[in-house]
């Protein structure tokens, strides 16, 4: 909380300077890699990081698969749980995640299933059951120099894990450790306005959200427009980024990345059906690297602002540093 409210002054007070002079000296470099090694640990196929060992069986074994996403190096981390979108794997995102991760911070993404209906009831029950592991299970799989900083805690979802990462934030299941922030990547709550997918998350009342956490969504550009006449668009007008945003309070971050679709964070290849299917279903930007990058970013930037309370480089990106992408919208509530 007090990180919080340090953030949300030094924003304030940033804003109410010169904005010329206050923002264009700022640069940031959150769109490249940052200065740690990686490693990508599937807890599901018992691989190893560094010296952890996940053999002989885990004592407190997740409630899901998971992928996680750390650096290699020593040191005390956030972390960031991020959720996959709907019908994709985990592993569609080691890109992202690895990007992220090299600023000094440990993913966990979980496989929450393989086959799901229209109800997201289940996976929102089955983040907060990895959620709540964290505390003593996660130290299992990591190796002794690299600690979870339990208490700076980032939740993120993409399009359907958007939506359940802002569920999961309303208590719509039990969560026993605190998020402190929020990031809903194209998050989606449905076909269209009145066909939410249950549980609906939007209420359609302005700045309805009662969170106490700093909140940010990003919005694709091409998301709500149709790859062709046989499928609907991936992130509908009425229940897309646009709508989450109205309903968020301050402190919050909205950004709308210009000419990048829906799924334009993947991973450049992505294999099998279900990878081969994220080129066809959406409305594509011309490559996804700079999308990932950006998002990569500008996740980076807000994890450090509202966990680490330096908001540098979230205020650049505000001020016209976007990186690789150039923005369609950029708004905040402080």
């Given at each position: 909380m007090k990180t919080l409210e340090r953030t949300?002054?030094?924003?304030?007070?940033?804003?109410?300077?010169?904005?010329?002079?206050?923002?264009?000296?700022?640069?940031?470099?959150v769109f490249e890699a940052g200065?740690?090694?990686?490693?990508?640990?599937?807890?599901?196929s018992r691989t190893t990081c560094c010296t952890a060992k996940t053999s002989p069986p885990l004592p407190v074994p997740p409630p899901k698969p998971l992928l996680i996403v750390m650096p290699?190096?020593?040191?005390?981390?956030?972390?960031?749980?991020?959720?996959?979108?709907?019908?994709?794997?985990?592993?569609?995102?080691s890109q992202l995640l690895q990007h992220i991760a090299s600023h000094g911070f440990i993913v966990i993404a979980p496989q929450l299933y393989l086959v799901?209906?229209?109800?997201?009831?289940?996976?929102?029950?089955?983040?907060?059951?990895?959620?709540?592991w964290l505390s003593e299970g996660l130290h299992h799989l990591l190796p002794p120099h690299v600690k979870p900083n339990l208490s700076k805690l980032g939740l993120a979802g993409h399009s359907r894990g958007g939506k359940t990462a802002f569920a999961l934030a309303l208590e719509k299941a039990a969560a026993t450790l605190k998020f402190s922030a929020l990031i809903g990547v194209d998050p989606v709550d449905g076909m269209d306005k009145g066909k939410q997918t249950p549980p609906p998350v939007l209420t359609y009342v302005p700045h309805s959200f009662d969170l106490d956490m700093a909140i940010m969504v990003i919005g694709s550009g091409l998301g709500e427009l149709k790859k062709n006449p046989l499928f609907p668009p991936c992130a509908p007008e009425g229940v897309n980024h646009k709508d989450f945003f109205k309903e968020c309070k301050g402190p919050a971050s909205?950004?709308?990345?210009?000419?990048?679709?829906?799924?334009?964070?993947?991973?450049?290849?992505?294999?099998?059906?279900?990878?081969?299917?994220?080129y066809c279903l959406c409305k594509n930007g011309k490559s996804r690297e700079p999308m990932r990058k950006f998002i990569g970013g500008v996740v980076v930037a807000f994890m450090k602002a509202y966990l680490g309370g330096d908001s540098s480089d979230l205020m650049a990106i505000k001020g016209g540093q976007t990186g690789p992408v150039e923005l369609q919208t950029v708004e905040y509530i402080l």
């Open positions: 949300r002054k030094s924003l304030i007070n940033t804003v109410t300077m010169s904005s010329s002079s206050a923002i264009a000296t700022v640069t940031t470099t200065k740690y090694t990686t490693v990508l640990q599937k807890v599901e290699c190096e020593a040191g005390e981390f956030p972390l960031l749980v991020f959720l996959h979108g709907y019908l994709l794997y985990n592993s569609f995102y799901a209906g229209q109800d997201s009831s289940d996976e929102i029950k089955s983040v907060a059951a990895t959620t709540n909205y950004f709308v990345v210009k000419d990048y679709g829906h799924l334009d964070m993947l991973d450049d290849d992505t294999e099998g059906i279900r990878g081969k299917t994220t």
